[in-house]
């Protein structure tokens, strides 16, 4: 989240003061420069949360133009009012020249003085100087707020033109956010109500698809960044054992079963091709609500989950099946097919003479699964090192509540 200097110190650091400093709370520029060098050194990259779409009342841009109580209609920088209904703070005006300037070096010194390797922009969708006052206005496709991504793009890219990651919070019309993919920035794509309806075993709305950029017609998967959490939703698992689905002798709401489905989630989710993004603790499944000391204050570090057996078994899932993403292509192929609707999903993988199928049940109950695995022969489950032979392509077997595999006709490193 932003480490931006923000007002006060205890904060999710979207309440920005100065674009250009990192919080006093957290420790000195050099500090930062330190630990940046020491995550490259393991091969680690470091994406910055950057808030560029407002700021707040300690901005000196702000009370340079300002009248007690808003930003005066010759500020160079922000708008009187703000353009959009989710703005917080004082909206810069995304038009104006002495905006685009001042964004273009606030990145420009973060790239060079920090060596960030990446920005995640804030309310992306906000660069605009439409009004609107609802979320579909606010979302509609947008000429303006187009051109001014793609400058700032063309912009990054010719400081670092190979290696810099730009990823907008946008969720705007699936048409702009194609053309913005086109251009190479990566969208956002916030699966977490679908997904937790699936771990909590409320089947109706539990088609997580949304996580495939073929869903929103975009050519490369690596442009689309899929998540189950993040600051903004709800735990999964706090949901799970608060409102998960129980019947006799299965209970969501039981910590190991729990766990257990978030485990089958996460199978699903990093065989979606594309890059994912995982919340702090979601690897060891964190079931303090967002709400826990009010939806801003702070949360208990858990570091104390790594010393239960089947959290840290979530833990060691999590490992597994991210290294399974990175050390086999087929995991990045194009060539896929899902079934993620009711109780058996199932998602299929195809590269060259390679086939991966990631099978599970997110239903409460026993339920049996049909599914045309393609080829018949030995398949080999990822996850247990075991083999099954299908006489034929169909696969059909009672899965347990709970129960996934991840098969494939070759054997996966």
């Given amino acids: 989240m932003p480490v931006t200097e923000f007002e006060g110190n205890i904060s999710w650091g979207y309440n920005i003061s100065y674009a250009l400093a990192p919080d006093k709370y957290y420790g000195t520029k050099l500090a930062l420069q330190n630990f940046i060098d020491e995550c490259h050194g393991k091969g680690i990259a470091v994406i910055m949360d950057m808030v560029l779409n407002h700021a707040f009342g300690q901005s000196p841009m702000v009370q340079l133009y300002f009248d007690g109580n808003k930003p005066t209609a010759n500020s160079p920088w922000f708008n009187v009012d703000a353009k959009h209904p989710y703005n917080v703070g004082y909206d810069f005006n995304h038009e104006s020249t002495a905006t685009k300037n001042y964004v273009k070096n606030v990145v420009k010194y973060w790239m060079q003085q920090y060596k960030i390797d990446g920005f995640r922009f804030d309310l992306s969708k906000g660069f605009t100087q439409k009004t609107s006052s609802d979320d579909g206005s606010f979302a509609a496709y947008d000429a303006s707020r187009i051109a001014i991504w793609k400058d700032y793009n063309s912009y990054i890219k010719s400081i670092d033109p190979n290696n810099f990651y730009v990823i907008l919070e946008h969720f705007a019309d699936a048409s702009e956010e194609k053309v913005l993919a086109d251009d190479g920035m990566m969208l956002w794509a916030n699966i977490n109500y679908n997904m937790n309806e699936a771990t909590m075993g409320w089947l109706g709305a539990s088609d997580f698809s949304w996580a495939f950029s073929s869903k929103h017609g975009f050519g490369k998967s690596e442009n689309l960044v899929s998540y189950m959490e993040s600051h903004d939703e709800e735990r999964l698992n706090f949901k799970n054992i608060t409102y998960g689905n129980v019947v006799a002798g299965y209970s969501v709401k039981d ?159």
């Fill in 255 to 413: 910590l190991t079963t729990a766990l257990k489905r978030e485990e089958m989630a996460a199978a699903f989710l990093f065989a979606v091709p594309g890059p994912k993004m995982i919340w702090q603790f979601g690897e060891l499944g964190y079931d303090y609500s967002i709400d826990f000391n009010g939806r801003l204050g702070e949360k208990p570090i858990k570091w104390d989950y790594f010393d239960d057996s089947r959290r840290k078994a979530l833990y060691n899932a999590y490992a597994k099946f991210i290294k399974l993403k990175k050390n086999n292509a087929i995991f990045a192929t194009t060539n896929t097919s899902y079934n993620l609707a009711g109780g058996i999903k199932y998602i299929k993988l195809v590269n060259g003479s390679n086939t991966v199928m990631v099978v599970g049940n997110f239903d409460v109950t026993p339920q049996t699964a049909n599914i045309d695995f393609g080829t018949n022969g030995n398949w080999i489950d990822a996850i247990s090192g075991t083999n099954i032979n299908l006489a034929t392509t169909n696969y059909s077997t009672v899965l347990a509540p709970g129960e996934y595999h991840i098969y494939s006709k070759q054997a996966l490193n």
